[in-house]
C-alpha cells in the first residue's frame, strides 16, 4: 500500500508538472541515508512487478487457454519450482540488497562534533544540542543541520513509544522509553523538510510534526551562535504586558524563557520560540494569531495536551501575551 501511495504521489506531482520540491517525500531524497534508501525503490518495485505479471500471466494460461485437467508430475514442478524455489531464491536477492545499505544507513558519524539529543514527548518533540566543550541548549520541533555534514542524533522517550521519521533525509528509527536509540543524518541539500511521528503514541499522534532546516555550514554556525544566547525580549509596551502576563500566569512554570525567571522544563523551551517555523508542533503558522489561537484553544486544538487553555484571558491579554513569545527570535 505504501508503494502505491508513493506512486500516486509521484503520478500526482508529475500530472501538475512539479515532480520535485516536496519537503516530505522518501522519493526525492536530499540526504544521504534517504538516496541509499530511495535507491532500493526501483528494484523492489521492478522485482514486485516483474513476479506479479509472471503469475498473472500463468493465471491466464491456466485459466483462458488451457483450461484441461493439468498432468500431475508437471503441475508438482510448477508448484514446488515456481511458488517455493522461485519465491525463496528472489525474495532472498531482494533482501541481501536491502542489507547491503544497512551498514552505511548505521554509521554513527562523527562524535567531536555537535549531536543531537531528541526527545519525543506527549505530543512534541523536546530538542537538546550539545555542544563540543559541555555546553547545550534546548529547542522544541525543529532542528538545524549543516549541510554535507553527517549529525548524531540521540533519540529517547519518558513514556510511550514513538519513531522519528523525515522522508527527505532518511530512515525511520523508533524512539523508545528505557533506551536510547542511535541514528544521523546528512543532508545534501538545502532546504526545509518535514519529519513525522510514524508510530501511533496517543490521542494526538498526528500533531507532533517538526521541521529540519538544512543551511550551509556558515549559517548553521551562526544559527548555532544566536540559539545559546539568551532571549532577546522584544520591546514596546504591548509585548511587555505580554511578559508580565506570563509571568503573572506561571507560564514559567513549565516553559523555559532563557535570560528570564522562567525556568520550567515540563513544556518546551521558547527562549526563540518566535524564530520557529510552526507553532505546536506543525498545528499553528508561527505569528501572532497563531500563538493567540493556541492559547485560547489548547486542548480543541491538540486533544490530550498537557498544557491547559487560556482561555480565561481576555482578547486584548491574549494578544499581549502572543505579541510577546512572537517576539523572542
Ligand atoms: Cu509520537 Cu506518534
Redesign the pocket.
Known amino acids: 500500500m505504501e508503494r502505491l501511495g508513493g506512486l500516486a504521489h509521484a503520478a500526482a506531482k508529475l500530472a501538475r508538472g512539479a515532480p520535485w520540491g516536496s519537503p516530505q517525500s522518501a522519493l526525492e531524497p536530499a540526504g544521504a541515508d534517504a538516496e541509499r534508501i530511495a535507491s532500493l525503490f526501483p528494484i523492489l518495485f521492478g522485482g514486485a512487478a516483474i513476479i506479479w505479471l509472471v503469475v498473472m500471466g500463468l493465471t491466464a494460461y491456466a485459466v483462458v487457454l488451457r483450461d484441461r485437467k493439468h498432468e500431475r508430475n508437471r503441475t508438482r514442478r510448477w508448484v514446488v519450482g515456481g511458488g517455493a524455489l522461485a519465491t525463496t531464491v528472489l525474495l532472498l536477492l531482494l533482501l541481501v540488497r536491502g542489507l547491503a545499505a544497512m551498514p552505511e544507513l548505521l554509521d554513527p558519524g562523527p562524535q567531536d562534533g555537535p549531536r543531537i539529543r531528541v526527545s519525543?514527548e506527549?505530543?512534541w518533540w523536546r530538542v537538546r544540542y550539545e555542544l563540543p566543550g559541555g555546553a547545550s541548549f534546548d529547542l522544541a520541533n525543529e532542528l538545524w543541520l549543516p549541510r554535507g555534514r553527517r549529525t548524531p542524533i540521540l533519540l529517547e522517550s519518558p513514556d510511550?513509544i514513538?519513531?522519528f521519521w523525515v522522508p527527505s533525509l532518511g530512515g525511520k528509527i523508533d524512539?523508545i522509553p528505557g533506551r536510547v536509540n542511535r541514528m544521523a543524518l546528512q543532508p545534501t541539500r538545502t532546504g526545509t523538510f518535514t519529519g513525522i511521528?510514524?508510530?501511533?503514541?496517543?490521542l494526538s499522534?498526528?500533531r507532533?510534526l517538526f521541521h529540519v532546516v538544512v543551511v550551509e555550514p556558515p549559517a548553521f554556525e551562526a544559527w548555532l551562535a544566536a540559539q545559546r544566547a539568551d532571549a532577546r525580549a522584544p520591546t514596546g509596551v504591548l509585548a511587555d504586558r505580554g511578559q508580565v502576563l506570563f509571568q503573572q500566569h506561571g507560564c514559567g512554570a513549565c516553559h523555559t524563557v532563557r535570560g528570564t525567571a522562567a525556568r520550567g522544563v515540563v513544556g518546551p523551551d521558547l527562549t526563540h520560540v518566535g524564530g520557529r517555523v510552526s507553532v505546536a508542533a506543525g498545528t499553528l503558522a508561527n505569528d501572532v494569531v497563531g500563538f493567540e489561537q493556541w492559547l485560547a484553544r489548547t486542548e480543541a486544538l491538540k486533544p490530550g495536551v498537557h498544557m491547559p487553555s487560556f482561555h480565561m484571558l481576555s482578547n486584548e491579554e491574549r494578544n499581549a501575551l502572543a505579541t510577546w513569545l512572537e517576539g523572542l527570535q
Open positions: 519525543g506527549q505530543w510511550v514513538h519513531s524512539v511521528c510514524a508510530e501511533y503514541c496517543g499522534h498526528a507532533m
